[in-house]
Structure formats: C-alpha cells, structure tokens
C-alpha cells in the first residue's frame, strides 16, 4: 500500500482526469505533485530535463501516454530507478484492436509498464462522458452540430471522475497488480441518443448527423486538425463501429464496489454548469 505521506505523481495534471484525480487524491490527505506543461510541477515530455525533479522521491504514479512512442520506456525506467514502486497508465478501450500506426504513445506506454519492474495497473476507458463538454466534440455542440461516422453503434460513455475514482483506489491500495480493468458507463447509447439527452437537458437544440469516414476525415482537416490526429480519430471510430467496445463492463464496479455514472446525471450537471448554452 502506498503510505500516506509517499507523494504520487500525476501527469496530466491539468487534463480531464489528471486534475479529478489530484482532488480527489488531495481529498483523501494524500500527497500529491500535480504534473503537467502549464500546472504546478512542470512537466514536458519533450523536455528530458524536466523528468527528475518530478520523479524524485516519488512512491507512486499515474502515466499519461506521450505523443511520442519513443518515451514511454525511458521515463518508464527513470521513474522506477528513482524509486517509484507503483504504476497505473491511462490507455483507452480497444487498444488491442486498433491498427498498429494508431495510438502508438498508448500501446508503447503500456508495453513499458508491463516490462517495468514496477506493480503495475492498466485501465482502458471508453470514451470520457466529458468530451462533450470540455473538447473534442464540445466546440460543435455550442453551434448546434456534431457530425461523426459512427452509425447506430452504442457507446457506454463513462465520467471522468469514475476513471479518477479508480485510478485513485488503484494507486493507493493493494491488490491490482498486473491487472488490466476496462472502465465504461452502466449503459450504451448511440451517438444520436447522447445528442438527444444533452439537448434536453440544455433545453436547447442540439442535432448529430452521420458522416462517411472519408466526410469526417476532411471535416477534420478542414478544422486545422493535425493529420496524425486524424488519422487516430478515424482509427478509434472504425474500431468502435466494429462494436468490440460497445457493450458496459464492470471494470468501475470491481474497484470501486460500486455502480458507475449514469450519462443522464452527468448530462444534467454538464447543462446547469452551461454546457451548452
């Protein structure tokens, strides 16, 4: 177990679940070095030089994938020869399954935890109920459109805060070593069925239409998308219209011992905050 006063890393500090889980780690009395570009510690993959002071006398982290495959094992291996005994890495739902050119800073973070010498822990959500609120789809939703190629597939939406909740349980207790817990929501809509909850809890219009994936690609790019963004967007919609990560698991339910955010309760946080209005 990790102890009380062993600060925990958390990179991504300032992202949609690296800053759930510095408050709720602080919460709980812990330790935390909150780690990013722009947050309290800095922290830049592209800046070798800034991994030591974040990784020093550290008991505990929580990996944010780099961009850049080449970094995952090196930081992995720093991190570990500093003394960090306790890994838990982001990855995503479905990463098994995707091409091999996709997500390659997922894949290759998760090779260097598991090759670590580290207890390690993977989680793989579906996708965080809060891109519709914080980015990627938000910005569409505010103009009244949001246009993906995903078909009548569901999608078992989750809340950031449940991956934050979990990942918090699995840095700090026992038991979680070499385990891989897939996270999602406690049911599946489709896309549509997500845009028509949002828009009646914003009392506002709110349409999603069908695009072909070579729509969506140049929409994207059109938008100043980058074209490896791109291309990994269109990747993880492909694989979720094959449907391997459409139906709920339980992953949030064998951690936490409890049922995961309904997408109803957080679209109506989402719209009081304003959300989309």
Known sequence: MTAHGDPIVVLGATGKTGRRLVRTLRMAGRSVRAASRTGEVRFDWADQGSWPAVLEGAAALYLIAPEDPALARPFVQQ?????????????????????????????????????????????????????????????????????????????????????????????????????????????????????ATMAAAAGRPLRYAELTARKYRAELLAEGVPEEVAADLGAMFANMRAGGTAEPVDGVRRVLGREPVDFDRYASRAAAAGAWS
């Open 79 to 195: 991190a570990t020869a500093a003394g960090v005994r306790r890994v838990v890495a982001l990855s995503g739902r479905g990463i098994e399954q995707v091409p091999a050119d996709s997500f390659q800073g997922m894949s290759a973070a998760e090779r260097a935890v598991r090759e670590s010498d580290a207890e390690w822990t993977i989680i793989r959500p579906n996708n965080f109920c809060q891109n519709f609120d914080e980015d990627l789809w938000h910005a569409p939703l505010r103009a009244g459109r949001l246009a993906l190629p995903i078909g009548a597939v569901p999608e078992p939406f989750i809340d950031a805060q449940d991956v934050a909740d979990v990942a918090a349980a699995l840095l700090t207790t026992d038991g979680h070593h070499g385990q891989v817990y897939e996270l999602s929501g406690p049911r599946a809509l489709t896309f549509a069925e997500a845009v």
